[in-house]
């Protein structure tokens, strides 16, 4: 089992992916920037590690499985338009690792405050990188997986106008909900990473989350 220590930089994975820094640490998962000797290019590597329940065998088995199955549903949408190219996973350190391509690019949010000095977006503009977003969100939810994470900060606008959809869970928000209910911390509302973006139904522990939560997100986004 993991120990849920961030790894530091200078430590090499895999025999070829050397971490840089943290760019997110989140309940399950922490996010690395790194540089991958083989290709000579930047990366992003995703390690599963639960904060709460990797003191749980069984739990941590369970979610170390379904962040597996994850990587290969993402893996047969790698590459298409709008979303990040996944290029490699392997076990290591007792838990599991993804990597993906570095998007490099301004956060919708940013990009909007940038343009703001030049007039509104217009409907053109707008269309023409939620297109890329739209597209991307509809293969990958014929895959059978949903984001459950859309905002602003997850849509990268590159130097070209197009866009691209990162962020996407390794693990269901139903086993996420699972464990943080038996924590005995929940109250009954699940704490969402994108507020102001989610459907009702993600806050609700009871409910599971689903395809329309992610339509009820881009919506807000778009607006």
Do not use: C
């Not at 971490?19 to 540089?35: C, F, P, S």
């Not at 590597?45 to 993402?74: A, C, D, H, I, T």
């Not at 007039?119 to 053109?124: F, P, R, S, V």
């Amino acid at each position: 089992m993991a120990d849920n220590s961030i790894l530091v930089a200078g430590t090499v994975l895999n025999l070829r992916y050397r971490i840089e820094h943290v760019l997110n640490e989140g309940a399950d998962m922490v996010t690395y920037l790194a540089h991958d000797s083989r290709k000579g290019i930047r990366v992003v590597v995703k390690e599963f590690s639960p904060l709460e329940w990797g003191k749980n065998m069984n739990l941590f088995e369970q979610g170390k499985r379904e962040f597996m199955k994850m990587v290969g549903k993402l893996a047969m949408n790698s590459g298409k338009r709008g979303l990040a190219a996944l290029t490699d996973w392997f076990m290591e350190n007792g838990t599991a690792y993804v990597v993906e391509e570095f998007v490099d690019g301004t956060p919708l949010s940013r990009y909007v405050e940038l343009k703001r000095g030049q007039g509104k977006l217009t409907m053109d503009q707008v269309m023409f990188f939620m297109e890329d977003v739209v597209k991307a969100l509809r293969a990958v939810h014929r895959s059978g997986i949903f984001h459950g994470n859309i905002s602003p900060e997850q849509i990268i606008i590159q130097e070209n106008g197009e866009a691209r959809l990162i962020g996407f869970p390794y693990i269901g928000y139903a086993l996420r909900k699972k464990v943080y209910k038996e924590s005995g911390m929940d109250g009954g509302i699940y704490p969402v990473a994108n507020p102001g973006y989610a459907s009702l139904e993600q806050y609700q522990l009871l409910e599971n989350t689903v395809y329309h939560d992610d339509v009820y997100s881009l919506g807000a986004v778009f607006y």
